[in-house]
C-alpha cells in the first residue's frame, strides 16, 4: 500500500498538495456544504485530520469555514475550480496507471481493500 500511496503523491503533485487535499476538494464538488465531521465519515480520516487539512485548504483560499454552532461547515471558495479541475485530471491519471500497472487483479483487489476496510470500521 505504501508503493501506491507514493505513486499518488506523485500524480498529485500538481496540485501542490498531497492527494487527501485533493479528495477532500472533490467530495465538495460533489455535495457541498458538508461539515466537518461530514466530510471524516465519507472519506474515513479522523476528525481532527480533516480540521487541520479543511484549514490548510481554507489558507490557501480554496474552501471557506462557516461555523454553525459546533459545528464548522465547509463549502468551496470561489477560487476552487482551477485546483479541481487539476485535481481531477490527477485522479484521472492515477486511475489510469494503477489500471496499466495492476491489470485484471485492479477490480477484485480494490474490492477487497473496501469490504475489509468496512468491516474494521463497522468495529471500530
Given at each position: ?29 460533489d455535495?457541498h ?8 465519515h465519507?472519506?474515513g480520516?479522523e ?26 461547515l465547509?463549502?468551496?471558495?470561489a477560487?476552487?475550480?482551477e485546483?479541481l479541475?487539476t485535481?481531477?485530471e490527477?485522479l ?8 496499466q500497472?495492476?491489470?485484471e487483479?485492479?477490480?477484485p483487489?480494490t474490492?477487497l481493500?473496501?469490504l ?6 463497522s468495529?471500530?
Open positions: 500500500m505504501r508503493t501506491i500511496e507514493r505513486l499518488a503523491d506523485q500524480v498529485f503533485a500538481p496540485t501542490g498538495m498531497k492527494p487527501a487535499y485533493a479528495y477532500i476538494m472533490m467530495t465538495l464538488e455535495r456544504p458538508l461539515t466537518i465531521m461530514e466530510i471524516a465519507q472519506l480520516y476528525r481532527s485530520s480533516i480540521s487541520r487539512m479543511v484549514r490548510a485548504l481554507a489558507k490557501r483560499q480554496l474552501v471557506q469555514l462557516t461555523s454553525r454552532g459546533r459545528e464548522t465547509v463549502e468551496l471558495a477560487g476552487s475550480s485546483f479541475t485535481a481531477n490527477c484521472e491519471q492515477f486511475g489510469r496507471l494503477t489500471d500497472y495492476l491489470g487483479t485492479k477490480a483487489m474490492e481493500l473496501e475489509n476496510n468496512q468491516k474494521v470500521r468495529r471500530l
